[in-house]
């Protein structure tokens, strides 16, 4: 900073402010040392080289080899999706897979392609899901050229936030999701203190935008009747039937 | 979704929570159909090829030539920063530049470099800062082995939120700003209805977490005091004296 | 603290917490005077003589006589209810009451009494309504020994939010509002940049907490659905075919 | 509305809005039975008789004589205020008394007066004050006719908030604050993940309204410099060495 701008308020429209009410700062002047803070030093971190690549402070959940290194199906068992080629796809019929570590607050970086052959339409295109603490779905569905409902297409917080833009890709093509998730606080009835929250970057395009989620993912009903209190979850990646591929997951706990 | 996952609750450590006071669904079930909302259609944008790449709904602010047709100085005149190699560069002693434009909630991409030849230290090297609104200054400096305060540092919002880490790169070496912007909004008697937020990764890294700030950057003194309703502002650019550069800036207003 | 001692803020405080992340002060000290803010003058009001007066920068919206000269039916034309002993009671038929005046943020008070003669049940026993916005309802019911759904009872944001307690006095008694209300803000797409806010006191107990609207009151179907922009609107007070009693009214805009 | 009609709201909401951006319902209809939800019941209190009676839920803090049941000195003592007639009366020099019990979120009901016999000015008059979480101090002062800084005033948040309008009654007169508290939850490095919040009604009018604490009240210097986590905490009543006199203390939690 200092130097600072000269820069005259703008009034807002139609005079509706009394400059009366804005308060006037103190007389007394104070110094710019007056308000630095030193200690402690912030933790140096070494970012990933180029976009994409983990820093240095991310776990690394999958990075083309040995899915079962931290990944297991729902029974706790070796996961029976297919890795090839540094890609791990879903086979169907074998079920989610999800993270032996359970996270709270944290930034996600997950990269998905939807099968380049084209079959079916609406939600049964390139559907998949990427659920924070097991809950909250963020949708992954072959959204090019495919309509289906605003609020169940690729970048939905399913079923309780449409994305802002429709910023797909085409099928067979890979896209990436930057996620910062904020995880519920309970209140002792079992209800919400804070909602989660969640902010969702699609190919480097704002889609959710700080959404507050009123309750986990229902395919029938209403979120809200179904709050219950719970710890740190998994990431769990769906089993929806279609061939949908990942590589390159990477979080940071917040 | 659909294929729910079959999820027991987690229950909270330590028993505190009554099973009683947890809401029951109703006893009426729904059908999946009630909770989708076809219209109206998302709009469909194309996010760009590769990372830092400007999406087709952005607003380039600056591609490597002609800065004037977007930005101007303090006076509204012809900037005086020297563009070369699809590269502009503060020309010390000219001052700020700023957008024509004027934006209310954005996002913003920015990528930056402080000199590769250090001089100076703290304060003094690369020093230079994104105005949000022309208030809100999110800190540009080389904090490679360069101690400062830490709400003073590369990726503080200078004086009221250091980062979370030091995800900074070398002198020389081009760092990116992932800006998510929020705009305050006034009561009628001048105060913040809701104060401005703000979000930022920093070479891929989330260094601001939807923080909330408390006023305008001040560089002596307390921003709540410096309050002051204001309406849709210019991105400003600063010049503290060093040679500090930029490239590929673009802005998508939300 | 009702034997919840094992806190597991008590517990964060004690051990998780690494001291060195909590920043310490700027080292150069201040003086008490650059904290403090003089001008303008607070606005000097006369509060209520006794609880339940209105202070003098209320607007009394009905005072015991004269209903016309604030509200209307939702005609427009003089209101169908009986004002009698200083009291106003729904006349069944004659439809809802509304304030001629519209308001945005505000504080409320409003006193309510359901028959005396108890008859029908759950929602057909003395069910009224205070609806902020001409949208948003708090719900008016002979809550007293009658059971009903949760979400819809005396001192439940309709269909939205169950009271915290009940703190219902029995029929043919006098009760309290006291209602804090923010209104939502908008966004140019038509949803809420900010949405409704309610607290709510009744009978001097905390009922509603600052809960957030999902959306308008709907009878049927869901809240989020339904949001689209308005502007300040009227106070609605419901026919629903009680005889239920009013008096007192007042309310102060923020 | 106090001839302030052209608001931005209604503008938008006449012009800028495109009806295709807000969502159409589900075209499947609901029935009015799938929002209602009526397990389990809402807990039955029954609220004080009269306005400032305490409810059946409260913690009785002070109801006229017995101080020492609930409250002690800084030491864990006796305290050294003066009961009588129902009155408990700050002792100069004795210093504060504190509750044995700690709270975490809460709604109080506290009765204060200052001294009918004048003295002092500014902030030498009918001087105390109540700490929430013995941090968080909700100013009590002679502010009837007494010219001090607007965020030290009765009822201002201290140094954070002044009130939003004077209520005041004079000196000798019986005064209330009804306070709803929401104490801050930490982050794991110490931070708050979110602030206290707090709302004031003083003699009923709204004083306070959902206001955020920026960290712990100080005397001299920047709050958010000062915040460290902490579990519940005691009421505080200040002695700040005028005799201020309080009655009828009582507390919900939350």
Request: charged share 15%; aromatic share 6%.
């Given at each position: 900073m200092k130097g600072k701008l000269l820069m005259p308020a703008l009034i807002l429209a139609a005079g509706a402010v009394s400059a009366q009410q804005i308060p006037e700062k103190s007389p007394m002047p104070m110094k710019p040392e007056m308000t630095e803070v030193w200690e402690p030093e912030i933790p140096v971190i070494t970012p990933g080289e180029k976009y994409g690549d983990a820093p240095s402070d991310a776990v690394v959940l999958f990075n083309g080899t040995n899915l079962e290194a931290e990944w297991t199906n729902d029974?706790?068992?070796?996961?029976g999706w297919k890795v090839e080629n540094g890609i791990v796809t879903v086979v169907r019929g074998t079920g989610i897979i999800k993270t032996k570590r359970k996270f709270q607050d944290f930034q996600l970086h997950i990269e998905w392609r939807t099968p380049a052959e084209v079959s079916g339409?609406?939600?049964?295109?390139?559907n998949s899901g990427v659920f924070m603490q097991e809950r909250y779905e963020l949708q992954i569905l072959d959204s090019y050229n495919n309509r289906t409902y605003r609020n169940g297409?690729?970048?939905?917080?399913?079923?309780q936030h449409p994305p802002l833009v429709n910023a797909c890709k085409g099928p067979g093509v890979w896209q990436t999701y930057d996620v910062i998730y904020t995880a519920p606080r309970f209140k002792e009835d079992g209800t919400y203190f804070t909602p989660p929250r969640i902010t969702v970057l699609q190919n480097g395009v704002?889609?959710?935008?700080?959404v507050v989620l009123r309750g986990p993912t229902e395919y029938?009903?209403?979120?809200?009747?179904?709050v219950k209190p719970h710890g740190p979850g998994s990431i769990v990646l769906q089993d929806h039937g279609n061939p949908t591929s990942f590589r390159n997951i990477w979080i940071r706990e917040l």
């Open positions: 029974k706790g068992e070796t996961p339409n609406s939600q049964g295109r390139g297409q690729a970048g939905s917080i399913y079923k704002l889609i959710q935008n700080n029938i009903g209403i979120p809200e009747y179904s």
